[in-house]
């Protein structure tokens, strides 16, 4: 992934055949879920089984939430370094 500033994806690519696996994403901080939604998307596209991220502090600000449940993603696993706000059923 290429940013040109914070919360906004440049470009993104995948190094490998993705084809028939199940992915694991792992991200350090998962803000807007925007950049976790269009990895899954664009790994989707490329022949993936599933898509699942884990994130270590999930912020989940703005409709973050809408993202992912909207998103490719199968499943969001987070830690508990920040309180959830809501619940989601990925």
Do not use: F, W
């Not at 919360?7 to 350090?28: A, P, R, W, Y």
């Not at 899954?40 to 449940?69: F, K, W």
């Amino acid at each position: 992934k290429r940013r040109k500033r914070a919360n906004e994806i440049e470009s993104m690519s995948i190094m490998g055949d993705v084809t028939g696996q199940d992915i694991v994403l792992i991200d350090d901080i998962c803000d807007t879920a925007k950049t976790l939604a269009k990895a899954a998307e664009l790994i989707m596209q490329n022949g993936a089984n599933s898509v699942r991220a884990v994130c270590t502090h999930p912020v989940l600000s703005e409709n973050a939430y809408d993202v992912v449940e909207k998103s490719m993603l199968t499943e969001l696993i987070v830690t508990d370094t920040i309180p959830l706000k809501r619940h989601s059923d990925k």
